[in-house]
């Protein structure tokens, strides 16, 4: 059974930083992706970031230069640095592992770690 077990989030002000982190324990497939996503109050959970075993990335538009993902694949592991932020950033981020194997996805979630941004 995978297991995603997320940190780094809390309280910032605007323009601030953080750096969330996610260790994935259990088995990872050869072809995966991990990533983050998020859910604001009232909001539908939406793609923060994600990123391929082989290092390929994709980002939301709204974090598109600001946001950078990562992965340490000898670790299992996961960073978003988040830096610039915005009070529109509040969120509960979620850690996010696909497992891929022909056409079949297995998802995975975190508990969440909140990101507060004071203005």
């Known amino acids: 059974q995978v297991q995603l077990v997320e940190s780094g989030g809390g309280l910032v002000q605007t323009g601030g930083s953080l750096r969330l982190s996610c260790v994935a324990s259990?088995?990872?497939?050869?072809?995966?992706?991990m990533g983050w996503y998020r859910q604001a109050p009232g909001k539908q959970r939406e793609l923060v970031a994600r990123?391929?075993?082989?290092?390929?990335?994709d980002y939301a538009d709204a974090v598109k230069g600001r946001f950078t993902i990562s992965r340490d694949n000898a670790k299992n592991t996961v960073y978003l640095q988040m830096n610039s932020l915005k009070p529109e950033d509040t969120a509960l981020y979620y850690c996010n592992l696909r497992n891929v194997i022909g056409a079949t996805r297995y998802e995975y979630w975190g508990q969440g770690t909140q990101v507060t941004v004071s203005s």
């Open positions: 259990g088995r990872m497939f050869s072809t995966n992706y």
């Open positions: 990123i391929a075993n082989g290092g390929s990335t």
